[in-house]
């Protein structure tokens, strides 16, 4: 059964960082384009960072110029460092393919709060 494990989620004041990661087990992802999701409380699951097999990344205007992913295909895993948080940044944050036909279980995500 394929299952994507995400943790470094916490409490964070604004102004700082945090860095998420993202391992699946029962499938390589290595050839799929990942993205990194969120939702926060009363909205929809957005698409924030996205990256292809290559290492192409594209971000949510959101988040450009704070937010960074990355992947290790050896290593199956995808990371997000999230600089210069915001309160509005405060979410659960998923990860999971970006093409429809691929997504796996979204699983429990992790909680990121940006909070003074």
């Known amino acids: 059964q394929v299952q994507l494990v995400v943790s470094g989620g916490g409490l964070v004041q604004p102004g700082g960082s945090l860095r998420l990661s993202c391992a699946a087990s029962g499938r390589t992802f290595s050839s799929y384009a990942m993205g990194w999701y969120r939702q926060a409380p009363g909205k929809e699951r957005e698409l924030v960072a996205a990256i292809t097999s290559r290492g192409n990344t594209n971000y949510a205007d959101s988040v450009k110029g704070r937010f960074t992913i990355s992947r290790d295909n050896a290593k199956n895993t995808v990371y997000l460092q999230m600089n210069s948080l915001k309160p509005e940044d405060t979410a659960v944050y998923y990860c999971?393919?970006?093409?429809?036909?691929?997504?796996?279980?979204w699983g429990q995500g992790t909680q990121v709060t940006v909070s003074s």
């Open positions: 999971n393919a970006v093409a429809s036909g691929l997504k796996m279980d």
